[in-house]
């Protein structure tokens, strides 16, 4: 950590500032990641090996209640052709209904087909990932919900 003293003067008085440069680590934002159990579980999670035409779960949430809103930040990755996308989706979960949305698309969406799509099953709401991309895929999801 270096430290830089800054000499600054306001009216008459002189003012010593001090200067930090200290790394940040974004790599893990603790407070969204858990560990097993209530509310979400595995936050964040990742599925490797995902093959073409084979439709995956790559996350899931539990349905607490009669109404639930889920973000996830998505992560679509081929390691060995350096491809990748990112996207959101906002979802909205009524009963035994979803409406979702995707957006916020970057990166090779023109390179990697794929899919996604919701099902409901008792109480648990799974995100289905189904590749159209001949290559293996990793796919990384981060959530944030609303209890209602």
């Not at 990932?129 to 981060?142: A, K, N, Q």
């Amino acid at each position: 950590m270096a430290e830089i003293g800054i000499k600054v003067t306001v009216g008459l008085q002189p003012i010593r500032v001090v200067v930090r440069d200290e790394v940040l680590n974004f790599s893990a934002p603790v407070v969204l990641q858990s560990t097993g159990g209530l509310p979400f579980g595995e936050n964040p999670r990742r599925v490797s090996g995902i093959a073409r035409n084979r439709p995956t779960v790559v996350d899931r949430v539990a349905i607490s209640g009669q109404y639930r809103l889920v973000k996830w930040l998505l992560t679509i990755l081929d390691h060995t052709n350096g491809l990748g996308v990112g996207s959101e989706i906002n979802a909205f979960i009524k009963g035994g209904t979803i409406d979702f949305t995707e957006y916020a698309i970057k990166g090779d969406a023109d390179s990697i087909g794929y899919q996604i799509d919701f099902e409901v099953d008792g109480e648990e709401a799974r995100m289905v990932f189904t590749s159209f991309y001949d290559g293996l895929l990793e796919v990384s999801t981060m959530r944030i919900g609303v209890f209602v």
